[in-house]
């Protein structure tokens, strides 16, 4: 039986908040590394050089910072990415001329999540830059480029870009973000279509019947894929989130230019050994709890 439209929304809205959240448990530790290579990349060696420092530093609590706004960002961007990549699939097929449920080949689903996420990268936007300043504001302090003492919540970070720079603040980094995720979530989806099917070939079974293992790793594989791509841009993007909380940010092209210019091309991809042991753990709970999610309520929906 076919679902209303209206349900199966919702469904894909749920099943995507629950998969983020699955995402940013297994995962923020590893996040927050990330970012702080990335922001500042000449303070660490390497990356357990940075795990190490991190718990020295500011102990455990340390890893969880910008624990809440990327639970916040995660849900967002997961549950408008998948209600959106659904919708998205609507639109290949009628672009294609296929009947309403026809089954899409894997580049007709990655084209369908390169244009999703155009729709998740306005919306994580603002969380993602409250985010970021959190994980790295140790680092601003300690660099100088910030007065050293100040209470560090999310309360006060978005106080701080209301006054400074108004609602339009929050929005610093969106041309990054969108830079990223369009290219990004193509090979991300691509690269979790291609998995799955891969498995279902060497198991002679349909997709939706693999079992955990091989879904996780292909999530796992799908984040790879995504930020072998990408992740220059997104060192650009954490740069110009984290910066600019000292002052105005040059835009995407100029810091990019003046990062390879001052450090080198080697320093935007300072943080991808962190951002490539996450993907695995991070990304595989993301689609596990995923697909779980929406089959049980797809399945109590009577679909």
Not at 5 to 20: E, K, W
Not at 28 to 34: N, Y
Request: hydrophobic share 45%; charged share 15%; glycine share 10%.
């Amino acid at each position: 039986m076919a679902v209303h439209p209206m349900t199966q929304a919702i469904i894909d809205f749920s099943a995507g908040a629950i998969g983020g959240t699955a995402c940013v448990l297994s995962g923020q530790p590893l996040d927050t590394a990330k970012v702080k290579m990335q922001a500042f990349p000449k303070l660490y060696r390497g990356f357990a050089h940075c795990f190490v420092s991190i718990f020295r530093q500011e102990g455990l609590r340390g890893f969880y910072k910008g624990a809440s706004p990327a639970i916040v960002t995660n849900i967002i961007e997961n549950s408008v990415l998948f209600l959106s990549y659904g919708r998205c699939q609507d639109v290949i097929r009628f672009v294609s001329r296929m009947e309403k449920d026809a089954e899409l080949s894997g580049v007709q689903k990655a084209a369908a999540g390169s244009l999703a996420s155009i729709f998740s990268a306005t919306a994580i936007c603002p969380t993602e830059l409250v985010k970021c300043r959190l994980q790295a504001m140790h680092e601003m302090e300690a660099t100088g480029k910030i007065e050293g003492g100040q209470r560090s919540t999310v309360w006060t970070v978005t106080r701080t870009v209301m006054k400074k720079n108004g609602p339009l603040g929050f929005f610093q980094g969106l041309t990054s973000t969108m830079m990223r995720d369009t290219p990004g979530y193509f090979f991300f989806f691509g690269g979790y279509e291609l998995s799955r099917s891969k498995f279902a070939q060497l198991m002679g079974t349909d997709k939706d019947n693999i079992g955990i293992l091989p879904l996780m790793f292909s999530g796992g594989f799908a984040g790879a894929c995504l930020w072998l791509v990408v992740y220059p841009v997104d060192c650009v993007k954490t740069r110009i989130q984290v910066l600019s909380l000292a002052g105005k940010q040059a835009g995407f092209l100029k810091t990019l230019i003046g990062t390879i210019r001052t450090e080198g091309p080697a320093a935007l991809y300072s943080g991808l050994s962190a951002t490539m042991i996450r993907t695995f753990p991070a990304n595989g709970a993301l689609f596990l709890a995923y697909e779980l999610s929406r089959k049980f309520m797809m399945d109590a929906a009577g679909a």
